[in-house]
């Protein structure tokens, strides 16, 4: 099984630059990210919701969260900077 998941997920992260660039025509950049952080959130929330973990979220403080927050603004950056 964890070779068969390895695999689709190389096939998919060889794919998505390809995709991404196709949707460049149609979609501008920004709307293209926010789009994927939002898809990404609401498949996400269900699953952290049913385990309990989503309440750990918001019990960070202090420099872990200053990381959190650090990290999430560099990974939107990435995302708009390379398919600008």
Same mark, same amino acid.
């Given at each position: 099984?964890?070779?068969?998941?390895?695999?689709?997920?190389?096939?998919?992260? @060889?794919?998505?630059? +390809?995709?991404?660039?196709?949707?460049?025509?149609?979609?501008?950049?920004?709307?293209?990210?926010?789009?994927?952080?939002?898809?990404?959130?609401?498949?996400?929330?269900?699953?952290?919701?049913?385990?309990?973990?989503? &309440?750990?979220?918001?019990?960070?403080? @202090?420099?872990?969260? +200053?990381?959190?927050?650090? &990290?999430?603004? @560099?990974?939107?950056?990435?995302?708009?900077?390379?398919? @600008?």
């Amino acid at each position: 099984m964890g070779l068969g998941l390895g695999l689709f997920t190389a096939l998919i992260w @060889g794919t998505l630059p +390809v995709v991404l660039k196709m949707l460049v025509q149609w979609v501008d950049v920004y709307t293209l990210t926010w789009f994927r952080f939002l898809m990404a959130g609401i498949l996400t929330a269900p699953i952290l919701m049913r385990r309990q973990g989503l &309440s750990a979220i918001f019990r960070v403080r @202090g420099f872990p969260l +200053v990381v959190l927050l650090l &990290s999430a603004v @560099g990974l939107c950056g990435n995302y708009l900077t390379y398919m @600008g």
